[in-house]
């Protein structure tokens, strides 16, 4: 084998292009896009992501480090309690900061299914640690002294948050209908948050009627939820993170992309059918 000295200048401009393996040059597989992104792959996604690195884990690693002790908190497990009061640095920063950073580096490379999820639930963090510090004083118009502690055990204050859990629910279906166009484990994930706000709103709305040892099951319930639904997105995190380092292992997610077509993709094939 010939040296580089041996070689022409020709040769060694052909051998230098055929060594610079740029990521403007990799071509990503359509479930390999949407393992990385939980996204479909469509035309001219992935370009700033040629440029930019994955936002999609950040924000999953924000997700799980706050939803994990919260259900754990939700279930009571070692008399754990007091709607995470302890947890509000988490839930602001990891749960909220973490995801929102995450959402924009989404939205930057153009990927807006995950970008508003991550948005939405960002945003939902943030919410859960402010409204339990008395400084917003969520509870204030619920309490004939003012106090927003008190008014926060009251039951209009009950019922009304309760409501804000059903907002909660019916995006959360929208976002497992758009899911059918990702993959099972983003599926089964939503599709239990789903079911764990309704749980939450339920208990609210239980707690607002004074069944309380009722709206305490639901409650248990909705943790019980939140801790399996962590679980998955705990997996898919280690997916995304094992392949950001070409791992030697790679964990499957299962690809619904192209098990579920796109509306253009159908258009396509249809004007295909035709022109055939």
């Known amino acids: 084998m010939s040296s580089e000295e041996d070689m022409n200048p020709t040769d060694l401009h052909i051998e230098a292009i ?18 990385l992104y939980l996204n479909p792959k469509g035309p ?3 370009e700033l992501g040629k440029k930019f690195g994955n936002p999609t884990p950040i924000a999953l690693i924000g997700f799980v480090i706050a939803s994990t002790p919260f259900a754990c908190t939700l279930m009571g497990w070692r008399g754990a309690g ?5 947890l509000l640095t988490v839930f602001i920063f990891f749960g909220g900061l973490v995801q929102l950073l995450g959402a924009i580096g989404e939205w930057l490379i153009g990927n807006t299914f995950a970008c508003a999820i991550f948005f939405t ?10 409204s339990l510090q008395p400084f ?3 509870g204030t118009a619920y309490s004939p002294t003012g106090n927003t502690l008190e008014g926060q055990t009251t039951s209009a204050y009950y019922a ?7 907002s909660l629910t019916m995006v959360s279906f929208v976002f497992v209908l758009c899911s059918l166009r990702s993959n099972i484990c983003l599926f089964t994930a939503l599709v239990m948050l789903v079911a764990a706000f309704g749980c939450v709103s339920g208990s609210y709305f239980q707690l607002a009627l004074g069944n309380s040892e009722f709206g305490h099951h639901l409650q248990f ?9 962590v679980l998955i997105v705990w997996y898919i995190m280690i997916a995304q993170i094992l392949d950001s380092v070409d791992f030697p292992i790679s964990l499957p997610v299962g690809d619904l992309s ?19």
Do not use: C, M
């Open 82 to 86: 007091g709607h995470g009061g302890a």
């Open 18 to 35: 055929r060594r610079t393996r740029t990521a403007e040059s990799v071509v990503l597989p359509r479930d390999v896009f949407e393992k």
């Open 258 to 276: 192209t098990v579920v077509p796109g509306r253009s993709e159908r258009i396509r094939r249809k004007n295909g059918g035709e022109e055939e």
């Open 221 to 229: 319930s909705g943790g019980a939820l939140v801790f399996a639904l």
């Open 121 to 130: 639930y960002g945003t939902f963090w943030i919410v859960q640690g402010t």
């Open 136 to 138: 917003f004083g969520t």
């Open 160 to 166: 009304t948050l309760g409501f804000y859990y059903v």
């Open 44 to 46: 001219g996604k992935y």
